[in-house]
């Protein structure tokens, strides 16, 4: 159980563009995701925090025109990066979190997006 | 502020055992976490120690002292498919998760 999906896996996208992932709890309700970004050799940087049905909270120094973050539903958030530059190119990482005592994060496999 | 300190790197022998200590400094304290990554994957869950003590897991024990604000985490009969970076991360009063740099462990047979 407690399965987190991302799609793509993947991206390549020219600078200029935008890129939507998507991260999907496939077997439990997320009241709360998660998304992070890693540099290499780097840890993970916490980008914003998602509750169903609300606006994100971002992390200072985090653009929320750039990287737009939608949880319409429980087991469904998207971040959105718009006009996408080179320094965007990173590893994205969401997670999910269900409501109850453990507060465990359930980690999506990651989406490695190279802008050209 | 909050901080999160663990080694950057660490090496062990295949069949040894390994601690990897963390240190954490939080706004509040809910709990200390522990997960694995395999380099260009995504973290997994390894332990959750939120009472003083030790937690034992198979290979995989995970120690507690929240008077100290210390934990560690100590993997037994090392494996080559235990090379990876070690994720500490202390959960605050928000209920949010401050993350440490990660500890490469690498394994030499």
């Known amino acids: 159980g407690a399965v987190v999906s991302q799609h793509p896996s993947w991206v390549i996208c020219k600078s200029g563009t935008s890129v939507k992932i998507e991260c999907r709890s496939l077997?439990?309700?997320?009241?709360?995701m998660f998304w992070y970004r890693q540099f290499p050799k780097q840890s993970l940087m916490l980008m914003a925090t998602?509750?169903?049905?609300?606006?994100?909270?971002?992390e200072q120094g985090v653009e929320k025109d750039k990287f737009l973050i939608n949880h319409a539903s429980l087991t469904l958030s998207t971040l959105t990066v718009t006009s996408a530059h080179p320094e965007d190119s990173s590893f994205y990482i969401c997670s999910a979190r269900t409501s109850g005592d453990s507060y465990e994060q359930y980690f999506g496999p990651g989406t490695r997006l190279t802008v050209t | 502020g909050q901080n999160i300190d663990q080694p950057t790197e660490m090496t062990a022998t295949e069949g040894a055992i390994v601690q990897i200590n963390c240190t954490y400094q939080?706004?509040?304290?809910?709990?200390l976490f522990w997960y694995q990554q395999h380099a260009g994957e995504a973290p997994t869950f390894l332990s959750y120690?939120?009472l003083d003590g030790l937690e034992e897991k198979g290979r995989f024990s995970s120690f507690l002292s929240r008077s100290k604000g210390y934990s560690y985490l100590l993997l037994k009969e090392l494996q080559m498919k235990d090379s990876a970076s070690y994720l500490c991360?202390?959960?605050?009063?928000?209920?949010?998760?401050?993350w440490g740099a990660g500890t490469k462990l690498i394994i030499k047979p």
């Open positions: 998602s509750n169903e049905g609300s606006k994100a909270t971002y």
């Open positions: 939080t706004s509040g304290f809910n709990g």
């Open positions: 077997d439990f309700q997320a009241t709360t």
């Open positions: 120690n939120v």
């Open positions: 991360a202390a959960m605050d009063s928000n209920y949010q998760l401050i």
